[in-house]
């Protein structure tokens, strides 16, 4: 496929800003999963697409060395709908293990952009090892490039619009037991642009890379036992 901006595609910031707004997801394709038979009709949803989008939202940490808890949101979204799982609040008791069930399956692709920290903090947090993870800022980049490609600039290369991110929605508290529609639709869209993206490049005749499995930071090895002192052998005449 040609990797040269489509015909009236921006070639810089300015240029971006001209370009007529993306319409995401509405409303009430959202789905926000709160009881187990929820939780389970997402899962067939969900695994009986080839390709979902996908996601997730962390609060996010201001002081100095504090660590993140997150997820604490995931976003998975079929051409439809998306679903949204809010993890630790309202959530079934079983939901940890259809969320496993859905993101350790071979099928279906879960392609989203910036996936790298999302996979680490689902494993830290989860224990769920994700696979057929499919990253759009890698597998989107041209040949040579080495910069990573971002959503909006995907959004704009190929669907010649623009993405509107809120900074002040992305730095919400996503731990909120209460997520505002302001929230609501900025996730859902994050995972299902990535799929409408992911669509429109490989009916574009996109290759996909080989897929290999996540980077997740090794297990601390177990401190060793301090080394018994050993009695010195008595001393012979």
Known sequence: MSTDLPRGAPSSDAAEAELPPYH???????????????????RDALLAAD?????????PTFMKG??????????????????????????????????????????????????SDDVKRLHAKMGIV?????????????????NDLGAKTAVAKFFGQKLQKSKKISTTNWAS???????????????????RVFRHWIAGGGKLPAI?????????????????????SPERD
């Open 24 to 42: 995401g997801i509405q409303l009430r394709d959202v789905r926000l999963v709160h009881t187990a038979t929820e939780a389970a009709a997402a």
């Open 177 to 195: 037991t209460r997520l505002s529609e302001k929230q609501i639709l900025y996730a859902a869209d994050d995972a299902q642009v990535a799929l």
């Open 51 to 59: 390709a979902i989008g996908f996601d997730t939202e962390s609060k």
């Open 212 to 232: 290999r499995p996540p980077k997740l930071p090794k297990a601390p090895r177990p401190p060793r036992a301090p080394a018994s002192p050993v009695d010195p």
């Open 130 to 146: 994700a696979a057929q993870v499919v990253d759009l800022s890698v597998a989107l980049r041209t040949p040579g490039q080495r």
């Open 66 to 115: 504090e660590t993140s808890t997150g997820p604490h949101l995931i976003q998975l979204s079929t051409d439809q709908h998306c679903y949204l799982f809010q993890i630790g609040v309202h959530t079934p008791p079983d939901l940890a293990g259809i969320l496993k069930n859905i993101l350790e399956a071979e099928r279906p692709l879960k392609v989203g952009f910036g996936l």
